[in-house]
């Protein structure tokens, strides 16, 4: 709220007073005008016609988000309202598109026609795979109308059959086929079925020339504007890399939707797509936390009503948004959800993480018989220990007689049968206890390898490995009885088959 300087104590240059005191309110952030008054014989009245009441508006800041991360000039085409804001900071804007200044203007020409002239470009590899295995991508620009269609690879090979798929879908859509394909001089694009391919449709292959990406520049900058988008949006909510081809998918769909220069300001989708809406749903900050409505069949009465999950985009084929569980490690393509937009579901780095940044849910336990870890159960916190999801505990063995019990005691939770046993030395502690929790990584062994798919004599013979001590010198063998006769019973068998003759031995 802003106040003017009282009338009484104001006095003009030329010696007269403000005849009236005015008062103006306006909302500090949107600089909206909720409204004024005056003043009176020492009072100040609000002139209102009914009661006033602060509107609950959307920051610009928040639109901008929802929208992408597009420029202030594209904004205020979109949003009217916002013609008047004379700037926007936004740090991940400034962290995700810092870029040198260009010096030469860029002069754009287009075609006349939708499809005459494709640009086309590929991405990758990316250091990060990403969640769904993808390293690579392919754009495809119309020149005329600058639509861009995005396809994710796992290999550079797959270049040919998306391209194949692409030209099938222009020509029946649109009913026109595509008369020229730009690109650089990668392999993909002269392999001998691309060529073949080129060839019988009767399509036009320009390539730039070596060491000369300006020829190619309409994909190259593309490109360039795809990634900006892109590691703005993973950087804005803490989204870990391995999101990159789910936050590039998203920033391909928002910038076919924004105001472009070379089209006078139009929308690419627009221009191909005049009858259809701008957004088939609502915009939403790409990375936020959102609530899927749990739909599987057989949910309790009691169970929750929905799953937490991450905002990843927006479905091609289906009118719903696109949203990832880390717990369930499973996708979701659904239009029941609710968003949380300013809550980001991963905490930035040094920060604890509901899921420390997005690892799969703890493993089962292996279950270990109680036989072998003897030193915990006389202990009173041991059930605690053992009860842990995430310690896994594995113990020496003392004998190989021991083995065969093994197999007839109860799982780990059971009472050791011989409580009094205690270890010898340090080394004889359970891992667990000399090393402490451990870490598991994505892929746990105990999620391939369980003691109950064993053999009896597998299981036996599983069970006395640690038993068994392999002697490192034959100093040792010979002091240990057991290998000094597994060397007497060898040596026999060899004189008995007759594998070598025994001789004197040299004087030298």
Not at 185 to 207: C, R, V, W
Not at 401 to 408: F, I, N, S, V
Not at 432 to 460: D, W
Request: with cysteine.
């Amino acid at each position: 709220m802003l106040w003017l300087v009282s009338p009484h104590h104001l006095i003009l240059t030329h010696g007269s007073l403000i005849p009236e005191l005015l008062i103006i309110c306006q909302d500090l952030k949107t600089k909206r005008t909720i409204g004024g008054g005056h003043e009176h014989n020492g009072l100040y009245f609000l002139n209102s016609n009914g009661p006033i009441a602060c509107p609950a508006t959307v920051s610009p800041l928040e639109i901008h988000c929802r929208l992408g991360h597009p420029s202030l000039q594209n904004l205020k085409k979109l949003v009217p309202t916002l013609s008047q804001l004379s700037s926007l900071e936004c740090e991940s804007c400034q962290l995700g598109k810092h870029h040198r200044v260009s010096f030469v203007p860029r002069v754009n020409k287009r075609v006349s026609e939708p499809f005459l002239l494709v640009h086309s470009d590929v991405w990758g590899p990316s250091r990060v795979t990403s969640k769904l295995g993808f390293k690579y991508f392919v754009i495809f620009v119309d020149d005329f109308s600058r639509v861009t269609w995005l396809y994710l690879m796992k290999d550079r090979s797959e270049l040919y059959s998306i391209f194949c798929a692409f030209v099938t879908e222009i020509k029946t859509q649109f009913g026109v086929p595509v008369r020229i394909l730009r690109s650089d001089n990668a392999k993909e694009y002269f392999s001998t079925p691309f060529d073949t391919f080129m060839t019988k449709s009767g399509i036009l292959h320009q390539s730039s020339c070596p060491h000369t990406p300006q020829q190619n520049g309409v994909a190259e900058r593309k490109i360039g504007h795809l990634i900006e988008v892109a590691r703005t949006l993973l950087l804005h909510m803490n989204v870990p890399k391995q999101f990159w081809s789910d936050a590039v998918l998203t920033a391909c769909y928002l910038i076919n939707r924004m105001p472009s220069d070379i089209l006078g300001g139009q929308l690419p989708h627009s221009i191909l797509f005049p009858q259809d809406p701008i957004f088939k749903l609502p915009p939403r900050i790409f990375g936020c936390v959102c609530f899927v409505h749990q739909l599987a069949p057989g949910v309790d009465k009691l169970d929750s009503r929905a799953i937490k999950c991450i905002f990843l985009g927006y479905a091609r084929a289906q009118k719903g948004y696109r949203c990832y569980s880390p717990v369930l490690n499973r996708f979701f393509t659904c239009a029941d959800v609710t968003f949380f937009e300013s809550t980001p579901y991963f905490m930035k780095q040094g920060m604890s993480c509901e899921l420390d940044q997005c690892s799969s849910f703890s493993p089962p336990v292996l279950p270990v018989p109680s036989s072998l870890l003897p030193e915990l159960s006389g202990s009173p916190d041991s059930t605690t220990r053992l009860s842990h999801p995430n310690l896994q505990v594995y113990s020496r063995r003392s004998m190989v007689e021991k083995a065969p019990d093994m197999l007839r005691t109860s799982p780990i939770n059971s009472q050791s049968s011989d409580p009094g046993m205690t270890p010898s030395c340090e080394s004889d502690l359970p891992i667990a206890l000399r090393k402490g929790k451990r870490h598991c990584t994505s892929h746990p062994i105990s999620n391939f390898v369980s003691y109950s798919r064993l053999s009896l004599s597998y299981s036996s013979f599983v069970a006395s490995l640690d038993s068994v001590s392999i002697p490192k010198s034959i100093t040792h063998a010979l002091n240990d009885p057991g290998w000094r006769l597994a060397m007497q019973e060898e040596m026999l068998a060899l004189e008995k088959n007759g594998t070598w003759d025994l001789v004197p031995r040299p004087s030298d």
